[in-house]
C-alpha cells in the first residue's frame, strides 16, 4: 500500500475539483471531455506525474457525465457519447420527470464507472491480449452491429435505414484520412468547395447542428411557444425517483456497463459506439421495445452506463499497450510523456504506485461525480423554468463556442453548425430520421476503413464469415439483432392497428 | 470458386471504393422510397405550402438572418484585436440580445432591461472563462 | 435603444485606443499569438515540442503565445491567411515530405511560405520486426529482398513514416538493382494500426518509434507481443546527445547499435541515409522579416540561458537550434536528398 503516501490532500482535491470542472465541460453542449482534457493539460507538467493524473482523470470522468445534463433537459447530448441518452432522458423531460431521468442517469453512470474501473483493476492485461485478437476484420463486424441499430431505432423502417445510409454518406465527404490508413485523396467534394471540405464535417458542429440549433429552429418556426414552468418539473412532487426503478434492470446495468468496457478496451472504434451498442442491445432484449424511445428508463440506463463504462476500458489498451482506447485518453499519453514516463506493455509492473493511485483516483472521480450532481440536480432541473428566450440565445452561444474550440479554431466548423442545424430542420420535414442519420455519421469513417482495409489485407471477401470465432459470434449478434429489429417494427405495427 | 470472392484493391483507388457502395445503396433505397411514397411525393407541393403557411415567419427568417450575420462578423471584427477572442464577445453581445427580444412575447421595457443586461454578462462571463481561464482560441 | 452615438463613439475611440499598440510595433510581434501545429494531437511530439518553445518565448518576449493543435491543412490555411505575424507554425519534416510524396493539401513550403529556424529533433523514427522473425538485421532484410523473398513493412504513407521505407527500397536497389520489388509497403494508420498489422501477421516489419515501442522490446520472447529494433533512422550524432540512460530498459549505447554506422542502410552504396524528425517554425511568406529576426534573437538568447535544453531532453528530444538563414539552407538541402531517394525508387517502378 506504498502508493497511500501518494494519496495528499492536493491530490484529493485535484480529483474533486477535476471531476467538478468536468461535468461543467459535459454539460454544456459542445464542450467535451477530451476538451476538458486538453485544456488542461498544460497544467500538469508543473503538478508531477500522479497529481497531474488526478485532475485528468477527473476530468474524464466529469466529461463523460456530465453529457447527460443536457441529453435529459435540452434533449441535446453534451458530449457525441450520450446521443442515445436523448432518445429517452428527453422524452421523460418533457413529460416532467426531468429531475427523476436525471437520477437515473447519475446512479446508471456511476454503475458503469465503477464496474469498468474492477475490469481495468483485475484483468487489464488480459483484457489487452483479447483486444488485440481483433483485426481490421473484427473491428468492421463490431462497427457493423453497431449500425445494426439504425434499423432499431427507425420510427418507419425505410426511412430509417435511409437516413443512416445517408448520415455514412455524408461522413465519407473529404479526404480518405491519411492517419486512419487512408491514401489521402478526396472523394465526394463538390469542385470548388475544397478549402472548406478537404476535411469533411466534423463530429461535433454536426451533433450540435443537428440536436441544438435544428431544435431552436423549430421552435422559432413555432413562435418560441412558453417554456415549462416551475410547478412542472415536479421537484419533489408527482413521480418521484427511488431506487426502485432498478429492480430488475440489474442484468441490463451490468450488460451495459460491461459493452461499454468492451468498447473502450478497442482501440479505434470510437467512445460513441458504446452507448450506442449498450442502447440497442437494451432495446433487443426488452419485453416492451416499443417503450424505447418514449421516455423508458431502462434505454437511459443502458446507454449512461454503457458510456461511463468506456472510462474504465478506454484505459486498458492505453496502460497495457501504451496505445489509447479513445481521444480523451490519447490526451493522457502527452500527461505521461510530460513527466517522461513510458507508456506501453510494462507500465503496470514498472509503475505500481502510479497504477494504483490512478485506480484510487477513478474510484473518487466516481464517488465524487455521483456526489455532486446527485445534490446540484434540483438546480440542473431548473433550467428548463428559464424562459426560452433567454435560454436559447445563450445555447446558441455556446454551441458556436463548442464548434469553434473542438478543433481548435476552424471557423468552418461554426458554419458547419448552421448547415446541419438546417439539415435537421428540412430533414424532419421530410420524414428522414435524426437518431440513425447521426449514428451512420459517426460510425461510417470507421465502417469504411475497416471494411476497405480488410479486403485490402486479406484480398477476399470470404474473410468476413472465416477469419475467426470471433466473427463467427459476432455474426450471429448481427443477425440476432436484425431480425429483433424486423420483428419488433412487425409487433409496433400490429400494437398500432389494435389501439386505433 | 475462389476466384468469384477475390478481390485486389489498388490503395491509390481505395478512397472510391466506400462510397460507390453506399451510394449504391442509397440510389436502391430512394428508388423503394419513391415507388412506395409516389403518392406522397405528389401532395410535396401543398405539405411544404402547408408548412410555410403555419410557420411564425418573423421568428424562423429573423433567427436565421441574425445567425449568418452573427457568424461573418466574428471573423473580421476579430481580425481587428488578433488572438483575443474579442470577435466573439463584441458579436455575441448584440446577437444574444437581438435573438432574445426576438424570442420574446410580452416586450415590456422591464423584459428588455433583463435581456440586456443577460445579454451582457453572459457573453462576457463565457469569454473571460474561455479565453482567460481555460486559455482556449475564440474568433 | 441603449446604442446612442455616443456608446458607438466610445466603442470606436476604444477600438482605436487597442489597435494603437498593433500599428506602432509592426516589426514585432503582437502581443497575442497564435501558434497553429501540423498535428491534431495535443498529446503529441509536435505539440510538446511547440509548447515548450512557445512557453519559452513567451516568457522571454513578455507576450501571449497559444498553441493550437489544428493539424496540417489547417494550419497551412491559417498561416496562409495571415501576414501580420499574429500566426506562427511549427511543424517538421512532414511539411516538405508530404508535398514531394504529392499528399493532397501539402503545397512546397520552400515557396509558398518562409522555413524559419530549427529547434529539436525527435531522434525516436524507427524499424521493428517480431520477436520470432528470421530477420536479425536491416542486412538480413536487404539480404532476403535479394533473393527474392517478399518483405512487408507497414508504413503510413507519404511522409514521414514512408522516408525510411522509400530509403530500404533505395538501398536494395543498389545492393541489387531490381529487388527493390520485393520490399512492399503495407498501408496504414496510426501507431496502433502498425503494431497491429504485425501481430495479424500482415506485416513482417513495422515502422515505429523509441518511445512508443521500447516497451514492447523488453516482453519476454515468447509473448505474441514481442518486438525488437532492426533500424533506428537517426544519425548517430544526433542519438549520441539523447541521455546516456536511453529510453526505459534500452540505453543510448544499445541504441546506438541501430542506428548509423553500426546498422547499414545505404543511401549511394558510400554514405549511409539518415533521417532526423526535425521541428522548424513556418511563416506567412509576406510576414515582415524583422519579426524573424526578433524570434532569432530571442531564441538565440534562449538557448544560451540553457533552460529549455533541459526541458527538451527531458521529453527525449534532443535541442537543435540554427537560426532562420543556417536553418533554411540545411532543410533545402535535406528535402533535395530525399527527393533523390523517392525520384530514385519510383523512377525504377
Known sequence: MEFLSLITPLFLALVVGGTFVGIIFGAIPGMTATMAVAVCLPLTYSLGLENGLALLLGLYVGGISGGLVPA?????????????????????????????????????????????????????????????????????????????????LSKDMLMGIFSGFLGIFIALIGTYDISDGGNGNLRLVPPGTEYWLDSG??????????????????????????GQSREDVKIGSGS?????????????????????TFVGILPGVGGSAASILAYSNAKTFSKTPETFGTGEPAGLMASESGNNGLTGGALVPLLSLGIPGDSTTALLIGAFTLQGIQVGPLFIGNNPETWNAMIFAMLIANVAMFAMMYVAIRYFALVVTIPKHVLFPIILMMCVIGAYTINYGIMFDVWTLLIFGLFGWVAVKLGLEVAPFIIGFILGPSAEIYFVKSLESFGDLTIFFTKSWIAAVLWV???????????????????????? | MDSLTQVTIDFDRSHLIFPTLIGSILVLLSLAIIAKRRHKLAEAGAYWGQITGHMDKPRFFGTLALTVLYFSLMVPVGDIWPNTGLGFLICSIPYVFATGVLFMHER????????LVISVFAPALVWWLFTEIFFLTLP | MPFTRRTLLAAASTAALLIQPIAAAAQELPRNVRMVIGSTSTGGDTYQNSAIVADALAEHLGINIKVDAVGATEAFKALGRDSRGTTLMIFHDQSYLGNLYGVTGYDNPFEEYTVGQTVAINPGNAYLVSCDSPYQSMDDILSAAESGERVRVAIQPGGVSEIGFSAMKNAASVRAPGSEENIVAVNTGSQSDKNQAMWDDLADVINGSIQANEQFTQLPQDDQKCMRFVWITARAETLAQAPAEGMGDTTRDELLQYASPETSVTLDGEEDFTFDKEFFFLYNPEMDPAIIEQIDTALTEI????????????SFFIPNFLPAEDARQHLMDKRDTYSEVIEQISGDS
Not at chain 1, 441490463?252 to 461499454?260: C, D, F, Q, T, V
Open chain 1, 72 to 152: 435529459v433537459l435540452l434533449g441535446i447530448p453534451g458530449t457525441p457519447s450520450s446521443i442515445t441518452t436523448t432518445f429517452d432522458g428527453y422524452p421523460m423531460a418533457q413529460r416532467g420527470e426531468g429531475e427523476k431521468a436525471l437520477r437515473i442517469g447519475i446512479t446508471s453512470s456511476f454503475v458503469g464507472g465503477t464496474i469498468s474501473l474492477f475490469a481495468l483493476y483485475f484483468f487489464a492485461p488480459t483484457l489487452a491480449d483479447f483486444a488485440i485478437e481483433f483485426s481490421y476484420v473484427e473491428k468492421f463486424l463490431i462497427i457493423l452491429f453497431a449500425l445494426t441499430v439504425m434499423a432499431a
Open chain 1, 201 to 226: 464535417f466534423s463530429l461535433l458542429p454536426v451533433l450540435i447542428g443537428l440536436f441544438g440549433l435544428a431544435a431552436i429552429l423549430d421552435e422559432a418556426e413555432l413562435g418560441v411557444p412558453k
Open chain 1, 240 to 260: 418521484t425517483f427511488s431506487f426502485s426503478v432498478f429492480k430488475g434492470q440489474a442484468v441490463n446495468l451490468i450488460r451495459s456497463s460491461g459493452i461499454g
Open chain 1, 477 to 500: 449478434l448481427i443477425i440476432g439483432s436484425l431480425i429483433a429489429s424486423v420483428y419488433m417494427s412487425k409487433r409496433q405495427r400490429k400494437l398500432e392497428t389494435r389501439s386505433s
Open chain 2, 108 to 115: 415590456t421595457l422591464k423584459q428588455m432591461l433583463v435581456m
Open chain 3, 303 to 314: 538557448y544560451e540561458a540553457g533552460e529549455i535544453q533541459e526541458r527538451q531532453k527531458a
